[in-house]
């Protein structure tokens, strides 16, 4: 069974700094998707990463794939409060139907 | 920006009612998913679904869980004989290529 373990499960912070979650695990995905999700809603998409060592940004935000395919990272530069939410890790396995298992999640609250 | 809509948005039903999720997928998208997220807990795999059959399902989705697309543009989750442990929400996402878009789901209260 694949999972995928997010650390930390919750942050809180002040406007301004900055943060790293991670997502872990022992099995080797085909690709890794971050998530933000509101309260009620669905999963939003952020980004999708599919090659080892794969680094892309989003404004304030860098997602990094590991080398192995097994665990990725999300920083937030500058902190702000808009940036409070769900944050959600999700890879693919090797299945082909792309069937995503999702993290744990961490819960940021940025203070003003 | 295309969406996934589910319908509706809250569901309360008796326990061994059947009750049908609605989903309309964005419209150029072949495969098509149902994932479920229990209150406090993690969003979990139910189904996949491309060419008009499921091409996946996990432990979750046995017997009493049903998926159809009824015309070009619906697809819908049943549930034949609800039980409390099925409140969730119930999250519909359809895919093609690297875009992957959920709905906003429907939240299943069973009582």
């Known amino acids: 069974t694949q999972l995928l373990e997010q650390s930390p499960q919750f942050l809180s912070i002040q406007e301004g700094e900055n943060l790293t979650v991670y997502c872990n695990s022992s099995?080797?995905?085909?690709?890794l998707q971050w998530y933000r999700q509101e309260p009620g809603e669905g999963p939003v998409l952020l980004v999708t990463?599919?090659?080892?060592?794969e680094v892309k940004k989003l404004k304030r935000l860098t997602f990094q794939f590991g080398d192995a395919r097994k665990d990725s990272s999300l920083h937030i530069t500058a902190a702000q409060p808009g940036d409070t939410g769900l944050y959600l890790c999700?890879?693919?396995?090797?299945?082909?139907?792309?069937?995503?298992?999702f993290g744990t999640g961490t819960r940021l609250k940025v203070l003003a | 920006e295309p969406e996934v809509t589910q319908t509706p948005s809250h569901q309360v039903t008796q326990m061994g009612q059947e009750v049908i999720l609605r989903c309309v997928p964005i419209?150029?998208?072949?495969?098509f998913y149902w994932y479920r997220q229990i209150l406090g807990q993690k969003v979990e795999f139910l189904v996949s679904?491309?060419?008009?059959?499921?091409?996946?399902k996990s432990e979750i989705f046995d017997d009493q869980f049903s998926v159809e697309r009824p015309d070009g543009s619906n697809f819908t989750l049943k549930i034949r004989s609800t039980k409390l442990e099925d409140s969730a929400m119930y999250f519909c996402?359809?895919?093609?290529?690297?875009?992957?878009?959920f709905g906003s789901g429907t939240r299943l209260t069973v009582v």
């Open positions: 679904f491309y060419n008009n059959e499921i091409s996946e």
């Open positions: 099995s080797v995905f085909s690709s």
């Open positions: 419209s150029n998208h072949l495969y």
């Open positions: 996402a359809s895919r093609d290529r690297g875009s992957y878009t």
């Open positions: 999700a890879g693919a396995g090797t299945s082909g139907t792309y069937k995503y298992i």
């Open positions: 990463v599919v090659t080892g060592g």
